[in-house]
């Protein structure tokens, strides 16, 4: 099963896609899609929705799984920039076919660590040795699809098993 993990962004996206097998898996790719910051917000939905219908096509993935949106309340402007760019990359997977999973920050750091309130370095840690990466993955946006990628890997083994 191929799974493409992403870390919605207006600015900067992570993506990762994972081929999740029997073992541990095996990580294909993984990278960040950026915008211009001078760039208008249409513009920038534009170039996501580019950028996500490219990767849909080049890896063809089964489950493309995102991180939910976190909204903090002395933070809400954040959470609605997000949720437009996540909104674009949800309509590209349904115009493709494509299954979308969900999955809240929370969640993801407990299938990777263990622990719900995780730090990123604790996060970014655990990936490299589940995955025998030679450094962390990095920035911080390729870490979160590589994680949301691999919940997606570790819910889908719980329901298969």
Do not use: W
Not at 38 to 64: G, H, M, Q, T, Y
Not at 110 to 120: C, D, E, L, Q, V
Not at 133 to 146: G, R, T, W
Request: hydrophobic residues 40%; charged residues 25%; glycine residues 6%.
């Amino acid at each position: 099963m191929r799974i493409l993990g992403i870390d919605p962004g207006l600015q900067v996206c992570g993506y990762a896609c994972f081929d999740a097998g029997l073992d541990a898996g095996n990580l294909i790719e993984a990278g960040v899609m950026r915008t211009d910051r001078d760039s208008a917000l249409e513009e920038k939905l534009n170039r996501i929705a580019e950028d996500i219908e490219s990767l849909l096509k080049n890896f063809k993935p089964d489950i493309v799984a995102v991180e939910q949106l976190y909204s903090h309340y002395a933070h809400p402007r954040t959470a609605i920039l997000m949720g437009h760019a996540r909104g674009v990359i949800l309509q590209k997977c349904a115009e493709a076919a494509i299954e979308v999973r969900s999955f809240s920050a929370t969640r993801i750091k407990k299938s990777i660590t263990g622990n719900g309130r995780a730090s990123k370095e604790q996060v970014q840690r655990t990936i490299q040795t589940i995955l025998s990466l030679p450094s962390l993955p990095e920035p911080n946006d390729v870490a979160d699809a590589i994680a949301a990628a691999l919940c997606c890997a570790n819910s889908t083994k719980s329901i298969v098993s």
